[in-house]
């Protein structure tokens, strides 16, 4: 069965195509320091956003039209993985990731729920074999239904704690099957709403054991994929224990777990922290933990999560000049963590969305790559801290330095000289990169 019988493979046609349905940018064959753009960009589709949510919103019901829902249950859900396939086949994105509940439904037990996923992993498993699409990461939803209401890891319900741990041990054997290359940890209500009720300690001391048990299970299986925290401050809860990368590096480090996980960043949770996607990706990249990406961008002047596909030329070049100075994700990759808007509800928007999203990246990656090459920032920041290169700087840095020799050398100072950041010249100098990318 045909389930997007209105488009045909999507091919790249080059920036002066017209045609909706082909890429402008991203042409997947092209190589860039050796490696195809479709080897280093490595797309993934998000499951729940393309073929399971209904794009509703905190204010309306969903306007989605999508063929595979005139079905329901275990029905619909073999649908989704016809046409997700399909999907996957028709855009060239090489991987897709998935929420248990995404695939399957979950039944009224919990073995009941377990069932429906093996049948499901196995539709995908014989789906995998004849197609070159691979699992970049599963995880396990763990916080829409209402068992999740205080939390799932940090709940104040031990029942809740146990309850969250067979889903993930069962998310874990899937990744494995499936040959999933990471597996990401989203703490969708892992935090508090108010301090009043809440044990912080125990609730953050149980998170901590809860990580540790799923490293645990998975050296006892042998599963060997990356995993993956995926940070983010508020909404549904609060303040979430994993509100930034910096919080939740400390986290790990303060458990003993810092080897053994990285971060799935997000450009839309970067928002809602208050930093840009750069910073997020720069901390993590300066730290060794980045590990992969949901390609995405937020609304600053929304306080939720609103998903969009990426469009912002200028915070995709500087979040590409981060993954090349990253020497790429390993086996992480860029996920569209993204939706459709609610007034795009046509089968063939989830089209022209991807083809924006990959289009808006190649293009972010070609101008990065290029500041790289030109040592743009590196230049710049060089000769900004030349201070440290010799002389006082120089033992600060090498460790030689003491408060006592630093008061003799700040004793024989005259006036302090600065040296202007010139900031303005630097944004015109990326613009003018961003800007000369396609005009040749």
Request: with cysteine; proline share 3%; glycine share 8%.
């Amino acid at each position: 069965m045909t389930w997007f019988e209105n488009v045909n493979k999507i091919n790249y046609e080059g920036p002066q195509s017209k045609n909706p349905l082909a890429f402008k940018f991203y042409n997947p064959e092209e190589k860039i320091n050796g490696q195809t753009m479709e080897e280093f960009l490595r797309f993934g589709v998000a499951y729940w956003h393309t073929f399971t949510a209904d794009l509703s919103d905190p204010f309306g019901t969903g306007t989605a039209i999508r063929p595979w829902d005139k079905y329901t249950g275990m029905d619909q859900a073999k649908a989704r993985v016809e046409a997700a396939f399909e999907f996957f086949d028709k855009i060239g994105a090489k991987y897709f990731c998935f929420h248990d509940v995404d695939i399957a439904p979950e039944g009224d037990t919990l073995k009941e729920t377990y069932q429906n996923l093996d049948t499901i992993t196995a539709m995908i498993k014989d789906y995998m074999k004849d197609s070159d699409v691979k699992l970049l990461w599963n995880t396990a939803n763990n916080f829409t239904n209402p068992r999740f209401v205080h939390g799932a890891a940090s709940s104040n319900n031990a029942d809740v704690f146990a309850y969250s741990a067979a889903k993930v041990k069962k998310g874990l054997e899937i990744g494995k099957e499936l040959g999933a290359e990471n597996y990401v940890f989203w703490g969708g209500r892992e935090g508090y709403e108010t301090l009043l009720n809440t044990d912080l300690k125990l609730e953050q001391d149980n998170l901590g054991r809860f990580f540790q048990m799923a490293v645990d299970y998975a050296k006892e299986i042998g599963f060997d994929a990356q995993f993956l925290i995926e940070p983010k401050p508020k909404e549904p809860t609060t303040h979430q224990y994993d509100f930034d990368v910096q919080s939740a590096h400390a986290f790990l480090l303060n458990y003993g777990l810092a080897d053994k996980f990285k971060f799935n960043i997000e450009a839309n949770h970067a928002t809602l922290a208050g930093h840009t996607f750069e910073h997020e990706l720069r901390y993590a990249r300066v730290n060794g933990m980045l590990g992969s990406v949901d390609a995405n961008q937020g609304d600053p002047l929304l306080g939720w999560d609103t998903d969009e596909f990426p469009a912002d030329i200028y915070s995709i070049t500087l979040a590409m000049y981060e993954i090349i100075k990253n020497g790429g994700l390993g086996s992480g990759g860029l996920n569209f963590d993204a939706k459709a808007r609610r007034g795009s509800f046509d089968p063939e928007d989830l089209f022209y969305a991807h083809i924006a999203g990959m289009d808006h990246f190649a293009v972010g990656y070609k101008v990065a790559n290029q500041l790289v090459q030109d040592k743009v920032f590196e230049n710049i920041i060089d000769d900004r801290y030349d201070s440290y290169k010799n002389g006082v700087g120089l033992d600060i840095v090498s460790g030689k330095a003491d408060f006592k020799s630093l008061e003799k050398h700040a004793l024989g100072l005259g006036d302090i000289k600065n040296k202007s950041g010139r900031l303005e010249v630097i944004k015109a100098t990326v613009n003018q990169y961003i800007l000369n990318a396609y005009s040749k």
